[in-house]
């Protein structure tokens, strides 16, 4: 069966430092790929997808992301973290529209 | 703002009482789901729609019921409220052009007691 990990439930960086959220996934394909920003009280914001080609996927807000087939991952990095990044971020894998998993979510805390 | 809008944003139940959560989208998507969000479990699928008339179940449709008369909404019923469906709910749509980009609104917050 399909699943998706992120193995950090919570990170802490400091402002203008680098960050990298790891994402890892099982499934029978490669699927399709998605990470979303949640900021408190609200709803999830798509931050970037995966779909095929270019494996290093840009975003909005400055984030990227690597799919790489051997390892099963889809990690989202940002060269320098600002305060305002402070959210909870999800991984997404799948399909289908019925066939979407989301990751449990890292919460990412951002010192001054 | 076009986007998804969720109503109400909190409300508290009574074990046994029904509700309607109501969301409607206004960029004329033709897919819209309802999930729920539960610490430490990511959000989980409730029930679909590719079109007016037309759902079906997602992980974990037990409790709750859908329909869509209207491209623009997608009510969620709740039949008899159970503590177990004490959870954060978020409505999504995307266009089938969008091959899954998500729209997401803002989420309402149950509590059933």
């Known amino acids: 069966a399909q699943s998706v990990t992120q193995p950090d439930i919570h990170i802490t960086v400091s402002e203008g430092a680098s960050l990298e959220l790891r994402c890892n996934y099982s499934?029978?394909?490669?699927?399709?790929l998605f990470w979303y920003v949640q900021s408190p009280g609200q709803g999830l914001q798509l931050l970037l997808k995966?779909?095929?080609?270019?494996?290093l996927v840009q975003g909005i807000k400055g984030f990227e992301a690597e799919f790489k087939r051997s390892q099963s991952s889809f990690n989202l990095r940002k060269p320098s973290v600002h305060w305002s990044d402070a959210a909870e971020y999800f991984c997404?894998?799948?399909?289908?529209?019925?066939?979407?998993?989301f990751g449990a979510g890292t919460r990412l805390t951002v010192k001054p | 703002n076009a986007g998804v809008t969720q109503t109400p944003k909190f409300q508290v139940l009574k074990t046994g009482q029904s509700m309607t959560l109501q969301c409607a989208q206004d960029?004329?998507?033709?897919?819209m789901s309802w999930y729920r969000q539960d610490p430490g479990m990511g959000l989980r699928l409730i029930h679909y729609?590719?079109?007016?008339?037309?759902?079906d179940q997602g992980e974990v449709p037990n409790g709750y019921n859908v329909s869509r008369s209207t491209t623009e909404d997608f009510p969620l019923r709740l039949l008899s409220a159970a503590p177990s469906q004490t959870s954060v709910y978020f409505c999504?749509?995307?266009?089938?052009?969008?091959?899954?980009?998500?729209?997401f609104g803002s989420g309402t917050r149950l509590t059933v007691v």
């Open positions: 995966y779909f095929s080609g270019d494996t």
């Open positions: 960029m004329n998507h033709e897919y």
């Open positions: 729609s590719v079109g007016a008339g037309i759902t």
């Open positions: 499934y029978g394909a490669t699927p399709y």
């Open positions: 997404a894998v799948g399909a289908g529209y019925n066939d979407m998993r």
């Open positions: 999504a749509s995307s266009s089938l052009w969008d091959t899954y980009g998500y729209t």
